[in-house]
């Protein structure tokens, strides 16, 4: 919505003559708020998904379990900015919760892209 929606409502604000400017500006403020009603439900539906799946990497514990209490604990976390972003929109408390998600989000990440790359099999020569 940011990059179309908004950015459309918020240059029809700007060019338009005086009469309509209160109109066109609501419209602009509606759009922001649609965004954040968005953005609020994307976050927590990652957040869940996050939450399943550290859940999932605890129980059956193919690679190390640390990694999915990290990757739930940035589930968690990403309930804490959608909640957030959904009641205050884009606010400074908003992007400090943003920033500590964001840096539970690569721990996991990077943990998990060297545990993949360590238990890389290697591939069998073809015979011919």
Same mark, same amino acid.
């Given at each position: 919505?940011?990059?179309?929606?908004?950015?459309?409502?918020?240059?029809?604000?700007?060019?338009?003559?005086?009469?309509?400017?209160?109109?066109? @500006?609501?419209?602009?403020?509606?759009?922001?708020?649609?965004?954040?009603?968005?953005?609020?439900?994307? +976050?927590?539906?990652?957040?869940?998904?996050?939450?399943? @799946?550290?859940?999932?990497?605890?129980? +059956?514990?193919?690679? +190390?379990?640390?990694?999915?209490?990290?990757?739930?604990?940035?589930?968690?976390?990403?309930?804490?900015?959608?909640?957030? +972003?959904?009641?205050?929109? @884009?606010?400074?408390?908003?992007?400090?919760?943003?920033?500590?998600?964001?840096?539970?989000?690569?721990?996991?990440?990077?943990?998990?892209?060297?545990?993949?790359?360590?238990?890389?099999?290697?591939?069998?020569?073809?015979?011919?």
């Amino acid at each position: 919505m940011d990059g179309v929606a908004l950015k459309q409502a918020a240059h029809a604000w700007a060019n338009a003559p005086e009469a309509e400017k209160a109109a066109r @500006f609501a419209s602009a403020e509606t759009m922001r708020w649609l965004e954040w009603g968005s953005r609020s439900y994307q +976050t927590f539906m990652l957040g869940l998904a996050l939450v399943l @799946f550290g859940t999932a990497i605890v129980q +059956t514990a193919r690679i +190390t379990r640390l990694v999915g209490y990290v990757m739930a604990l940035s589930g968690i976390a990403s309930f804490v900015v959608a909640w957030l +972003t959904g009641a205050e929109g @884009f606010s400074s408390s908003s992007e400090n919760s943003l920033s500590v998600w964001a840096a539970l989000l690569l721990v996991w990440i990077v943990w998990l892209l060297i545990a993949a790359w360590r238990m890389r099999e290697p591939v069998p020569a073809a015979s011919g």
